[in-house]
């Protein structure tokens, strides 16, 4: 018997895939390296919308290692000049006669090494007719408006009108209501700068007809069926590898074109193809998120009881709609908007709009339009609470979904799994010593000093899908595991999610640990590649402990019930006469009498019962009855300073709930880290163009991202509700902190100016704005 422990949930494993990052023996993309590769590169354009007249590629071809310029023509004759979305848009992959983005991807250039193919680009001579870009969605929908896309049969620039909830009984709410706020607030477009690029390496075998892809992919299933359905190489002559991923963030779930050029050359060309962007192209050309302009009411009692929500967004997309909502979802799951709170009735509406700019939209670690959802509720019960001269917590406290009313049925329709937001508030406040902040706040006011507390209790919600509502493109989205013992009592486990620095090889090893009883360190994960992981729609929404999570700990309990039979074989008695306890199969009444599964796994092999078959191992593809609905109270406090509007975060502390935890140490490293990718568009990060659409911020000089520098030190706790239906109880926590953190922020800093009779700053709330603010109000030094 092994006297290894077994560490299964609940305990903080250090991360197995570790000690090959920290020694740099890592598998990223740009680590592929074939035979005979060829490197490509990608002409852009300087121009936010234009005509194409001419290219001209002979001064590039004539360059000693350039093999060859691809262009829309060309891409065209192959029926791939165009390419469907994940929306059900088509988005160019190389232009045929006009672009209608700045950086916007033209040609491509391949050669025999990355720096020829670069200095290549420079050498393709593109000639421009320049056209009236439409950067203002508001303008964009004027009549009259210069088209972005011209080739839609809709000549207008909206896309889609979206709405959730039940508008005549919220507007007959709001015309008798005894209070009404309104703000309009504008969530700007801001961009996931991954450590590690997009780029893939692309190799096609005339031998075996075999066309594999490396790809910085967050989903290798979902991009497979759709490489096949557009290609129409069948399914099986496709693998897709998506090795170690230096983050994902949602920036690595759309399909971009360099992927399908890179492809096409590599079937072209027959040789092995890199194209790996390069850190301004990814700035400037992809993976944007947010851009959305809300006008957000609430309609309350006097008394501050909130009763109902109405909501307008105009979403700005870009020139294509290619972000990866599910299907029915196109303004993702920004319905749940109504946030912790119990409300009468809500309607929300949302226009898609194309402007020339890349497209957007990306779910940026926010389960599909969550953090936008988040902010406006959280942001309004803070303007709410100041109309009403009422403390910002005590107003919470009053329009809590109460533990009692789960599951709970949202006025936009949402069943709201599990939640105790009342006692994870009060954990928080009490953590934070809440009265006390709230005096030190008036002795520094009467002192003119400016400090600011800021609440968030959100509630987010995570984990796509059920079946029956969730699709992409149809593909259902539901998860998957197998998992197979070895002889000996290893094992491996096989996901259809992919990690992109979640540790998914130490927390699903962990899951398997916990329900079969053998040490985490003799299971192995492996996953991301096509050929041989379970297909899944893969990692993003925090999706992939709700629902591959869920399909291991069931696969586990599969292979569990096989065991028993084995063990009863063993033991020589009944298998109902067996227990499951201590992580062994124990005689009932006899609990010394027991198997372990690794006796178990080797009698799998060598002695199992007539009439079974052999081996163990399981697979299981799980559908989630629901969501889950990880919530969370943060508060913050600021100071801000009066010479330079700059705001300092002096304490953060964030109380989670997601669940039951399977690794408390990668849960806390995961809030770490999503608190700072909240801070950044609280205080720091927008993507801004000039009128012609060129991007003014397409530079690390000019788009602050935080460093350790800027980020304050984060204090976290916990509350633990389970959700009800998940096998383990557990809930999505990846996304919640980046949700969560930038209204509390902001709610802190509009907090320490509210006695000036400041309501609301958008974000990012920079030196610049809030020393303007100070200026206003004369309070500046
Ligand atoms: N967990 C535990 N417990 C619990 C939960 C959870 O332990 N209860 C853990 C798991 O297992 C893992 C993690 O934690 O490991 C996470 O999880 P989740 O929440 O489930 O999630 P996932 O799906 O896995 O992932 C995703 C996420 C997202 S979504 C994002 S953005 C981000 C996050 O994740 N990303 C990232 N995080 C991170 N990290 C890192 N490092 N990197 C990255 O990239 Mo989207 O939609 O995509 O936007």
Request: proline share 7%; net charge negative.
């Amino acid at each position: 018997m092994t006297t290894t422990p077994i560490r299964g949930l609940g305990h903080p494993v250090k991360r197995k895939e570790d000690p090959r990052f920290i020694r740099g023996k890592g598998t990223y993309v740009d680590d592929i390296k074939l035979p005979g590769m060829l490197y490509l590169d990608i002409v852009r354009s300087p121009y936010a919308h234009a005509r194409i007249k001419r290219i001209d590629a002979s001064k590039a071809l004539a360059m000693p290692g350039v093999v060859d310029v691809i262009t829309g023509a060309e891409l065209e004759k192959a029926g791939l000049a165009w390419m469907p979305t994940l929306m059900s848009d088509r988005q160019m992959v190389l232009p045929t006669d006009r672009v209608v983005y700045y950086a916007q991807e033209v040609a491509a250039v391949v050669a025999t090494d990355r720096y020829t193919a670069a200095d290549a680009v420079l050498a393709v001579e593109v000639e421009y007719e320049p056209l009236t870009p439409v950067l203002d969605p508001f303008k964009a929908l004027e009549p009259g408006a210069p088209l972005v896309r011209p080739d839609r049969e809709q000549k207008t620039n909206h896309i889609w009108h979206w709405e959730a909830g039940d508008k005549e009984k919220t507007d007959r709410i709001f015309q008798e209501a005894q209070v009404v706020v309104s703000q309009d607030l504008y969530i700007p477009r801001i961009h996931v700068c991954s450590i590690e690029t997009c780029g893939c390496v692309v190799n096609y075998d005339r031998a075996t007809d075999k066309l594999t892809i490396w790809m910085t992919s967050q989903a290798p299933h979902a991009h497979r069926t759709v490489f096949s359905l557009v290609s129409g190489i069948p399914e099986h002559k496709i693998r897709i590898i998506s090795p170690d991923i230096g983050g994902g963030f949602g920036g690595k779930v759309p399909v971009y074109p360099g992927y399908v050029i890179a492809t096409y050359a590599a079937l072209k060309l027959g040789k092995p193809i890199k194209w790996i962007e390069d850190r301004s192209e990814n700035l400037q050309a992809d993976t944007f998120a947010r851009d959305y302009h809300i006008h957000a009411e609430l309609a309350a009692t006097r008394d501050g009881k909130i009763r109902a929500m109405r909501v307008h967004t105009v979403a700005d997309h870009g020139a294509f709609d290619a972000a990866a909502n599910p299907s029915k979802f196109p303004a993702g799951l920004f319905s749940v908007c109504t946030g912790s709170y119990d409300m009468e009735a809500a309607h929300v509406a949302v226009d898609g709009v194309y402007t020339n700019k890349p497209p957007g939209g990306v779910a940026y670690r926010c389960s599909f339009r969550v953090t936008e959802a988040v902010h406006t509720i959280e942001r309004m019960v803070d303007i709410l609470a100041d109309e009403l001269g009422m403390d910002p917590a005590e107003i919470r406290f009053k329009n809590f979904i109460r533990p009692e009313q789960f599951p709970y049925k949202s006025p936009t329709g949402w069943e709201y799994d599990s939640g105790n937001y009342p006692a994870t508030l009060q954990k928080a406040l009490d953590a934070i010593g809440y009265q006390e902040l709230r005096r030190e706040q008036a002795e520094r006011r009467a002192r003119g000093e400016l400090m600011g507390i800021g609440i968030s209790t959100f509630t987010e919600i995570v984990g796509a899908g059920p079946s029956h509502t969730f699709d992409i493109l149809g593909i259902k989205m539901f998860d998957s595991a197998e998992i197979r013992v070895h002889p000996t009592g290893s094992a491996i486990v096989r996901i259809g999610v992919q990690t992109q620095g979640q540790g998914h090889e130490t927390t699903f090893a962990q899951i398997v640990a916990e329900e079969l009883g053998l040490p985490v360190e003799n299971i192995i994960v492996e996953h991301g590649d096509t050929d041989t992981a379970p297909y899944g729609l893969g990692t993003y929404a925090s999706r992939s402990t709700p629902t591959a999570g869920a399909a291991t700990a069931v696969a586990a309990r599969k292979i569990r019930e096989k065991a028993r039979l084995i063990a009863a074989h063993l033991l020589e008695v009944s298998p109902d006469d067996l227990e499951w306890r201590d992580y062994a199969f124990r005689v009932k009444g006899a609990p010394d009498r027991f198997k372990t599964m690794q006796e178990i796994a080797f009698a799998a092999y060598t002695n199992f019962p007539q009439g079974l078959e052999g081996g163990l191992e399981a697979v299981c593809y799980y559908d989630p009855p629901n969501l889950t609905f990880p919530f969370g109270a943060y508060v913050c406090v600021v100071d801000i300073d009066r010479g330079t509007g700059q705001v300092k975060v002096r304490e953060f502390l964030a109380v989670d709930d997601c669940g039951t935890i399977i690794n408390p140490m990668i849960v806390e490293g995961q809030i770490h880290g999503g608190l700072t990718m909240g801070l950044a568009p609280a205080l720091f990060e927008e993507i801004v163009y000039d009128e012609n659409g060129t991007m003014l911020t397409g530079t690390f000089m000019d788009y602050l991202l935080p460093t350790a520098m800027e980020t304050p030190h984060w204090k976290t706790d916990k509350t633990v509700t389970p959700s009800p239906h998940h096998p383990l109880g557990a809930k999505g926590v990846g996304e919640s902190p980046t949700i969560g953190a930038p209204p509390a922020i902001v709610n802190a800093v509009v907090d320490a100016l509210s006695h000036l009779g400041v309501r609301h700053i958008d974000i990012p709330i920079t030196p610049a704005k809030v020393y303007q603010i100070l200026l206003e109000k004369g309070v500046a030094e």
